[in-house]
């Protein structure tokens, strides 16, 4: 019958596969393979950019082999990862995955804390106080312990079109500093009928939690504060922050109503379709390449909250280098070299330089290829700066579920799906408390 | 047809080329913005040609992965797919159109259960399944649980069932054994079934991303949508169209040129499929 | 199709076929035809659906060590509890789920043949027409989604530009909560028009010429042969296509990530979209299984349905 025959060509197949795959794994005895899993959320050639690194690394540390593997978004990776532990494989040594996994990666069990390497640092001090302190924020819990460094990161900024500024008589080395001075030179930018919007902040779409958090910010009351336990959205920080994201579009009219989505506002920013607009230092170098007008980058503009500082909202984003669980001791010590590989200055330069990612440590900022970066746009230096007034971004316990529901709530109250914000905050603030309430 | 050019004709004439060019106006698009620089929004200068043509999208995307390897895996992987399926859904398809035996129902219903749940929803226990049976990371982890499939055992009862049975009586009278009138009976007979089972086969696998990139880790042995995610994963820069939709051009061009080829063998192949 | 050793293994049973006395291999015959795609769709999707029923019942530990707790139905009580994380959005989902799936069976289908009616004469470029209603089945799914974000692209889209571009105003095609779910169909439409349209075109050929000139002497009018010839002809086409349809509009969501992500809100989110979303967090995992069991009895009570219709018209 066929079926038996398929089934002898299945045994073949598995009967040859039987003697392969473990053929591969005894081969490396003497040399400890790293399975690095990393997504990509930036253009260009991701893939061999990484595979010098490990190239390089392999060089100077003979006996580790890295292989990087690409795996998708950073959704993909979380969910690639998951089915393989959960289905009983090992998964990677290294990967790239947010910051803000933090705990739920650390409640699955699934990663180790760095710390206990960096304790075994001669100056673990020195080490990391060179971060940034409002990228580490987000790298430890709430004992203190470190449990990812920070590798490719991001901050969102205000970019400005210098010509415009010139043309509604605005100082173009001026970029609006507080929400009054916001909302005053947008007016003076906007011109009617849509033909031109004086600001495009690209909250609308499915992930607006990142800007809003901004606001909320901004007006002195983060969503989060030390404990992943508890969460800050029905405030009426939160309220107003909504009240005048709504109004920018509808009292003030200097944007389209409920923002612009995420995608595509740096091309609306380009072909001058919008004056300023708010997005990820990410777009950074795509938005110079692009723009055919002096490019001018400035802070997010600060909240009510004060004018000395503390007003500032800025959150921070990226990915962080986690370790894993199910390695060997020896296996994690190899994969600490490799996280401290990509963490070095000269890699973080130059991976920023390459991908336009913020470098993480202040040290890498003093290399020659940042230096000369900074010497010539110092646009990137506006975005380094502001990570001394940045905070943290929002993450909890359940991480993933409260921040669906933030998202959920916040993009139907902007679409004006919902107009009873502080109802809706409540509800959303009721979800999120029974959500949490074991944790307390 | 000999009729003569009613108005009526000409009017269905000119409705279907307009339906069939508003219909192409994605594609059109497509194309053009692959080419158009990237981030030069279609507002800018004429909107067919932008500012300046060129091939930065392609290049570009084309250093993003190894293609030529992605290329060659998923052939090998809807190929893979398809020879195994044409054996088990001739033999279930038989089974279920020709002969009589007990549970033949409940075990058709059993099969059919298989269009209604979404394979995505079951990655944690077949990736299980994958690594006990120690597939991890090959090409056939990818294409095992498409080795059976509902939809070409329901296609192929159907067109079993159109099959007259006089023709399997008299090549049994003749002494054919079961292969035999499988082979020189039944199968000439639905080739157009096959087809059709072929075309659907072949594009819904080409196109699968999420199993393949759940079971596997290597680029050696990943499939092109694995390459084609990387364009699309641009969120900490934006929406990227021209590079994306270069690389959509390039991972759907074989199955493009394969439908031009084909397409006439295909529509009449159709004509006496057993789905009719 | 057969090599030598299939032919000498299937001569067996051929032989067995041919024998009067029912041997135990010719009991066996039909079972061992259908084993392989058994064994495989039991291995790849009844089994591991099996698990999930059964997970449904229970709620994962907080920590990923410890023991799941049996929780009955609660699960799926929780699931249209409208002050619950995940219940407040699900019913909406579904509404969601099934405007979508009837929207595009009840326009995909009458228009795929439609189409198929014009595209079945003489026309000069047939080929080319014909490619341009069909190429969107053959895109993956999230490319044809891409080239749609760049047409409803609030800013910077093809649509608005246009429309702009005649002194309109633009739309926020993706953005509004009014508008979303249709702009979706919309694409949905697009690309399943052609995939259906192919089998109705191959249902057409097979209605023999003759048909037609026999009504055409009677003096049928193009729309009566239509009305009375080809439709009662191509109704197993249809129904087939139903089934098909039905299907997979409850299981296509790729799109949704690069158009909208299910928002705002939850205003565009579809069921399998949504057990995507929750899927990400482990504790979740009750919930997604019990959604998985309401998306197969949804799928089941239609496919049943179309199915029992099927075979009553192979009997009539």
């Known amino acids: 019958m066929f079926s038996r025959d398929v089934c002898r060509r299945l045994y073949g197949v598995l009967a040859v596969l039987a003697v392969l795959v473990p053929l591969g794994v005894t081969s490396a005895q003497d040399t400890i393979t790293l399975d690095f899993y990393y997504p990509t959320a930036v253009d260009g050639p991701i893939a061999q950019i990484l595979e010098e690194y490990a190239q390089q690394f392999e060089a100077e540390n003979p006996g580790i082999d890295v292989n990087p593997i690409y795996t998708g978004s950073y959704v993909d990776t979380r969910q690639a990862i998951q089915t393989e532990i959960q289905g009983g494989g090992t998964g990677p040594d290294v990967a790239v995955m947010l910051a803000t996994d933090i705990f739920s990666l650390a409640e699955e069990g699934y990663v180790v804390p760095v710390q206990q390497f960096i304790d075994q640092m001669e100056d673990p001090e020195a080490f990391v106080s060179d971060f940034y302190e409002s990228l580490m924020v987000n790298s430890v819990d709430e004992e203190g312990t470190i449990w990812s460094i920070p590798f490719q990161r991001s901050t969102p900024i205000l970019y400005y079109n210098k010509d415009m500024f010139r043309e509604a008589g605005l100082d173009p080395e001026q970029p609006p500093r507080n929400r009054d001075e916001l909302v005053e030179y947008a007016q003076k930018l906007t011109l009617p009928n849509g033909e031109r919007w004086g600001l495009m902040v690209a909250i609308a779409g499915d992930f607006p939690i990142w800007l809003f958090q901004s606001f909320v910010m901004a007006n002195g009351q983060n969503l989060v504060e030390e404990s992943p336990a508890k969460v800050y959205l029905n405030t009426p920080e939160a309220v107003d922050a909504l009240k005048f994201l709504i109004d920018l579009g509808s009292t003030y009219r200097v944007q389209p109503e409920g923002g612009t989505s995420w995608g595509d506002t740096p091309t609306a920013f380009t072909s001058g379709q919008a004056a300023m607009i708010y997005h990820t230092v990410g777009s950074l170098t795509s938005i110079l390449q692009n723009a055919d007008f002096e490019v001018g980058v400035g802070y997010l503009p600060s909240g009510p909250a004060g004018e000395d500082g503390t007003g500032y909202g800025t959150p921070t984003g990226g990915g962080n280098l986690y370790i894993f669980a199910n390695s060997t001791p020896e296996e994690q010590e190899a994969a600490w070299k490799w996280v401290q590989f990509l963490a070095s200055p000269e890699i973080q330069a130059d991976w920023g330089a390459k991908t336009g990612y913020i470098a993480a440590r202040r040290s890498a900022w003093e290399t020659d290829i940042l230096q000369e970066l900074v010497a010539q746009y110092p646009q990137y230096a506006v975005a380094r700066d502001q990570l001394e007034i940045a905070g943290k971004e929002f993450t909890s316990y359940r991480a993933i579920d409260v921040q669906n529901i933030i998202n959920n709530t916040v993009s139907s109250i902007l679409a004006g799906e919902r107009t009873d914000i502080e109802t809706a905050l409540a509800e959303a603030q009721a979800q999120i408390d029974s959500l949490l309430a074991e944790y307390q | ?276 | 199709m057969a090599g030598t050793a299939q032919t000498r293994a299937a001569t067996d049973a051929g032989m067995a076929i041919a024998r009067p006395r029912k041997s135990l291999l010719q009991i066996l015959f039909p079972y061992l035809l259908i084993a392989p795609t058994l064994i495989l769709v039991v291995m790849f999707t009844i089994w591991p659906a099996g698990q999930s029923v059964i997970s449904s019942l229970y709620r994962p530990p907080r920590m990923a060590t410890g023991e799941p707790t049996f929780v009955g139905l609660q699960n799926y009580i929780d699931l249209f509890d409208p002050t619950h994380y995940i219940g407040s959005n699900f019913t909406q989902v579904i509404i969601n789920t099934l405007i979508f799936t009837f929207a595009t069976v009840l326009v995909a289908v009458p228009l795929a043949l439609i189409f198929a009616l014009l595209l079945n004469r003489r026309i000069r470029g047939l080929a080319l027409w014909r490619f341009g209603l069909f190429y969107p089945a053959l895109l993956p799914l999230i490319g044809a989604a891409s080239i749609w974000a760049f047409i409803y692209s609030d800013t910077v889209g093809l649509l608005n530009t246009i429309l702009r571009s005649f002194g309109l105003s633009g739309q926020n095609w993706i953005g509004n909560a009014n508008l979303v779910l249709g702009s979706v169909i919309v694409v949905n439409i697009w690309k399943q028009v052609g995939y259906y349209m192919i089998f109705y075109l191959a249902g057409l050929q097979g209605i023999p010429r003759d048909f037609y000139e026999a009504a055409e002497i009677e003096g049928a009018s193009t729309l009566q042969q239509v009305y009375y010839l080809t439709l009662p002809l191509l109704r197993r086409t249809t129904l087939f296509i139903m089934i098909i349809a039905f299907t997979f509009g409850f299981q296509t969501v790729e799109q949704l990530q690069v158009l909208g992500g299910g928002g705002p809100g939850v205003r565009s989110n579809m069921i399998l979209y949504y057990i995507f979303q929750n899927i990400q967090e482990r504790r979740n995992a009750g919930y997604v299984n019990a959604m998985t069991v309401i998306l197969v009895l949804i799928l089941l009570v239609f496919t049943v349905s179309n199915f029992l219709i099927f075979e009553r018209e192979e009997k009539s």
């Open chain 2, 1 to 276: 047809m000999t009729r003569r050019r009613t108005w009526a004709s000409r009017l269905a004439d000119a409705a279907i080329i307009t339906v069939s060019i508003i219909w192409m106006l994605p594609l059109f698009f497509a194309i053009l913005m692959s080419f158009r620089p990237q981030r030069d929004p279609i507002t800018n200068g004429n909107i067919f040609f932008g500012s300046t043509l060129t091939l930065a999208n392609y290049m570009s995307a084309w250093e993003v992965a190894p293609w030529p390897a992605h290329y060659a895996n998923s052939i090998i992987f809807v190929v893979g797919v398809l020879v195994v399926q044409v054996f088990t859904i001739t033999m279930a398809g038989y089974a279920f159109a020709r002969l009589r035996f007990p549970g033949r129902n409940l075990l058709l219903g059993i099969v059919l259960l298989q269009m209604m749940i979404p394979t995505g929803v079951l990655l944690v226990q077949n990736f299980a399944t994958i690594r006990t049976l120690g597939l991890y990371d090959t090409q056939i982890a990818m294409m095992v649980p498409y080795w059976g499939s509902a939809f070409g055992t329901l296609l192929m009862r159907q067109a079993f069932r159109e099959v007259p049975y006089e023709l399997e009586e008299a090549a049994r009278i003749d002494g054919a054994n079961w292969a035999q009138i499988m082979r020189h009976v039944y199968i000439p007979l639905t080739i157009p079934s096959y087809v059709a089972f072929a075309l659907v086969s072949i594009s819904s696998h080409w196109n699968e991303f999420l199993w393949p990139f759940i079971v596997t880790r290597s680029a050696h042995v990943q499939p092109l949508t694995v390459g084609l995610n990387k364009l699309y994963q641009t969120s900490d820069v934006g929406a990227l169209y021209g590079q994306l939709m270069a690389g959509t051009l390039m991972v759907i061009a074989p199955l493009v040129i394969l439908f031009i080829l084909f397409q006439r063998r295909f529509i009449e192949s159709f004509a006496s499929s057993g789905i009719k």
